[in-house]
């Protein structure tokens, strides 16, 4: 997985953090700086959300970030080619960030954090778990839309078009071509001129989905 979509820190830039809330920005830090073979950023990942879990087992962003950490131990053993090895951290993380979920459904945080991870993730994954895979981020998604419709016009060009674009292009790889017409149809009424309405546009030509790479973030970070 080369890219990691990082809008989830704009959308989340608009919630209030309350004081037993992770910081944000210093995980996601902590991520991407894992995920590009940092050790070291990979152990504060896990110890910052274990630290919280350990009063407050339940607490649904650390087990969303600490799920991300099992995830970023998955990715950087199989770049060393320990795959098999590292299965028990992927299965592991992956059932953490559904939990997540499960215990906080309308957490913005959660959502687009387990969206992040599922998406670009799915690609690299096997039938029948890619298309599972790809269905949880899609609700993941589309649940941050419904609960943000009314100020969608307030996100700023960035978190508004990665949003829209990761829909649209979820729902076209999921064969929901109706779907994801409308959610492109949007970029190109909402985000002229941008690099997001010429790849709608692209996607317009054909209604099939886009390569990965016109589906990747537009600017932002990537971890090789």
């Known amino acids: 997985m080369k890219t990691i979509r990082l809008f989830l820190v704009m959308l989340m830039a608009g919630t209030l ?19 590009s073979g940092n050790a070291e950023a990979l152990q504060g990942l896990y110890d910052a959300s274990e630290k919280m879990l350990k009063d407050k087992p339940d607490h649904a962003q650390a087990l969303v970030w600490h ?27 992956l059932g953490e960030m559904d939990r997540a979920v499960s215990i906080a459904p309308d957490d913005l945080e959660v959502r687009i954090m387990r969206a992040v991870i599922y998406s670009p993730a799915s690609r690299q994954m096997p039938e029948p778990m890619a298309g599972a895979t790809i269905e949880k981020a899609r609700t993941d998604l589309q649940r941050t839309f419904d609960l943000q419709r009314s100020g969608l016009d307030r996100l700023g060009t960035h978190p508004l078009g990665e949003l829209l674009q990761s ?16 959610y492109y149809a949007m970029i190109l009424t909402m985000l002229k001129n941008t690099e997001y309405a010429r790849r709608a546009a692209e996607w317009m030509k054909t209604k099939s989905p886009l390569p990965a790479a016109q589906a990747n973030c537009v600017g932002c970070h990537v971890s090789n």
Do not use: I, W
């Open 17 to 35: 953090l309350a004081q037993d809330r992770l910081d944000s920005n210093q995980m996601r830090n902590y991520l991407f700086s894992a995920l």
């Open 67 to 93: 799920g991300a950490a099992n995830f970023g131990s998955f990715f950087m053993e199989a770049q060393k080619g320990n795959m098999p090895g590292a299965m028990g951290s992927l299965q592991k993380g």
């Open 167 to 182: 829909l649209a292009d979820l729902n076209s790889r999921q064969g929901k071509t109706a779907d994801a017409e409308r």
